[in-house]
C-alpha cells in the first residue's frame, strides 16, 4: 500500500509531456528504403554478371559494390556499375539474366547484396 503523502503529490504534467519528441523531430527521421522495384531491361552495353544502376538509386538504397535482384523468388547477385545514362525509375542488365529466368523489362526488386 502506498502512504497518504504519496496519493496525494500531483504530479506536473510537463514533466510527463517531456519524454515525448515534438512533431518536428519525428517528420525530420526519414527511413530509407531497403529496396525498391524497378524495371530492368537488357541492353548490350551491360557485360556479363553487371548491373548498370542510376546514381540517385545506388545511394538512396546505400548499394555498394553488388546488388541483388529478385523476380518471382529468383535472387540474383550481380556487380554494380553506376552510370548517368540509366534513368532513374529502372537498370540495365546483360541478355543472361534470360536463362536465369529474369526477362527483359521485367519488374524487379533490387537491394544491396549481403556479404
Known sequence: MSSEGELGK???IKVLLSIIPP????????????????????NPV????????NPELAKELSIGDYAE???????VKLKVVVSEEV???????????????IADNSIVTI?????
Open 10 to 12: 500531483k504530479r506536473d
Open 23 to 42: 512533431a518536428e523531430a519525428l517528420k525530420k527521421q526519414k527511413s530509407t528504403p531497403q529496396e525498391i522495384r524497378v524495371k530492368l531491361k537488357y
Open 46 to 53: 551491360v557485360k556479363t554478371g553487371s548491373l548498370y544502376v
Open 69 to 75: 535482384i529478385s523476380v518471382h523468388g529468383r535472387r
Open 87 to 101: 534513368p532513374r525509375g529502372e537498370v540495365w542488365g546483360s541478355a543472361d539474366l534470360k536463362s536465369q529466368g
Open 111 to 115: 537491394r544491396p547484396a549481403s556479404q
